[in-house]
């Protein structure tokens, strides 16, 4: 019961975490005064895309800071992340875009909570798989920090050579990317 409770608190702190770094990413672009290098990791625009980028370099980072510093006993993080953080990143698209079918508008305190339940899905995968003890293998660790920074070469790339698809649409300019 003990160990539950602390991965309770794990999880939420981590989701705190994810939620504080993401909504100043939410910023930093602006705030740069539209920095080409602060376009790679920060929201361009309004759009689902650049959304989800702002759960996935918090989440990103927390890997390569836990990955460089692990102790033994957490040997399965970067398969595990990678894995927790598709799901996170699944639940952006699949929450938002089921609320505003539904409603037929979005709302600021909606899209705030579905970025706070991406984050919290997150990591409560990432409880739930560390704790199963399967992805501990040294070649799952590999593919899960590869997956990890392919996605992060694509959410680079795909902020400045956007496909032309909704998911990358920013509803307020109509436009896509930068």
């Not at 579905?114 to 798989?129: R, Y």
Request: proline content about 4%; hydrophobic content about 55%; aromatic content about 14%.
């Amino acid at each position: 019961m003990l160990v539950r409770k602390r991965g309770i608190w794990r999880e939420a702190l981590l989701t705190g975490y994810t939620v504080l770094l993401g909504s100043l990413l939410h910023f930093v672009y602006g705030w740069s005064g539209s920095n080409v290098f602060a376009a790679g990791f920060s929201a361009v625009n309004e759009s689902t895309w650049e959304h989800m980028k702002l759960l996935f370099f918090p989440v990103f980072l927390l890997t390569l800071l836990q990955t460089c510093t692990r102790r033994a006993a957490d040997t399965c993080i970067p398969a595990v992340r990678a894995i927790s953080v598709f799901i996170g990143l699944s639940l952006i698209p699949m929450l938002y875009y089921t609320y505003t079918g539904i409603v037929g508008t979005h709302a600021l305190w909606a899209d705030i909570a579905v970025f706070i339940l991406a984050a919290a899905g997150t990591f409560a995968a990432d409880s739930l798989l560390t704790r199963s003890g399967r992805l501990r293998r040294p070649w799952q660790q590999i593919a899960g920090m590869l997956a990890l920074w392919a996605l992060a070469f694509c959410f680079v790339w795909c902020t400045f050579r956007p496909p032309q698809l909704a998911l990358w649409l920013d509803p307020v300019t109509g436009r896509y990317g930068l």
